[in-house]
């Protein structure tokens, strides 16, 4: 079961900023591409799931850091919601139904060890694949993402009435050039929570990620 702590608001140096942005509510957005080659080539020789890995590698980077696993907390004994913080967060993804053009929303639980991670994806996505809703029941513990293989892109956005504290992470159809293959990666998250210098660690964490995986799963540790 996951855990929470309560964030100590009078030693966190994130909030006055935090304070600002929950008065006046906005969401931080980046995109750009990321380097997969790597990731991709080890992916096809060995026949892994590309889709998996990538989620994998997302889910890795945001449970590494903090601003990533913030979320408002409440007790009776509480005059306000409280910030804390989970331990670990799980991705949410979606799997399209082609004769319907619809989707279903599934979670996998994130495990640091890729190969039991993509096991459980498999599974959980197959469950999905049986149903015509939009998705199963989750924790509350869970963060959004979203594939668009069909387009590579270079924004995209998400209107929301209230920012999200948990990220919304976006990745399109990757594109090959002469000698690289890439990916856009686009996050949005509450300004409350992260900074544009987040939303940047993020993108290059994540494709650091993907070549050390790329690397594993071909076997060059």
């Not at 900074?195 to 540790?221: M, P, Q, V, W, Y």
């Amino acid at each position: 079961m996951a855990e929470t702590r309560l964030i100590e608001m009078d030693r966190w140096p994130r909030a006055a900023h935090y304070r600002h942005f929950s008065e006046y509510p906005c969401a931080v957005s980046l995109t750009d591409e990321i380097d997969v080659t790597d990731l991709r080539l080890a992916c096809r020789a060995e026949g892994v799931s590309f889709t998996a890995a990538v989620l994998w590698c997302v889910a890795a980077t945001v449970n590494a850091h903090e601003e990533f696993r913030l979320t408002e907390l409440d007790s009776p004994e509480w005059d306000a919601p409280r910030l804390g913080v989970w331990d670990i967060v799980h991705p949410v993804f979606n799997v399209f139904h082609p004769e319907t053009e619809t989707y279903t929303a599934a979670y996998t639980l994130y495990d640091a060890d890729f190969p039991r991670f993509a096991e459980r994806m498999k599974e959980d996505a197959a469950r999905a694949e049986r149903l015509d809703g939009m998705g199963v029941p989750t924790p509350p513990n869970v963060f959004e993402t979203s594939a668009v293989p069909w387009r590579h892109f270079t924004a995209v956005g998400a209107e929301t009435g209230v920012p999200s504290l948990a990220p919304m992470v976006v990745w399109g159809g990757f594109r090959e050039t002469e000698s690289r293959i890439l990916l856009p990666l686009s996050i949005a998250v509450s300004h409350a929570a992260a900074d544009g210098f987040h939303l940047a660690r993020f993108l290059n964490e994540t494709e650091e990620r993907g070549r050390t995986l790329g690397r594993e799963i071909g076997g060059k540790r």
